[in-house]
């Protein structure tokens, strides 16, 4: 019998944590964020994309 594969484990749990940061410490915290949420939609792209759920979106 083999593991079950990420896709056939079900949704994942996320945490959210809220911040609010001003000046250079807000700046680096909307870039940071920015970059994760460009990371998810590529990702969710490949998922949405792909016939078995597995293969990664095109960069």
Do not use: H
């Not at 990371?39 to 078995?52: F, I, P």
């Amino acid at each position: 019998m083999t593991a079950p594969r990420a896709w056939e484990a079900g949704i994942p749990e996320a945490a959210i944590e809220i911040r609010i940061a001003e000046g250079a410490d807000g700046e680096r915290l909307a870039d940071q964020q920015a970059r994760i949420l460009w990371e998810v939609t590529k990702w969710q792209l490949g998922q949405n994309n792909s016939d078995n759920g597995q293969e990664n979106a095109a960069v």
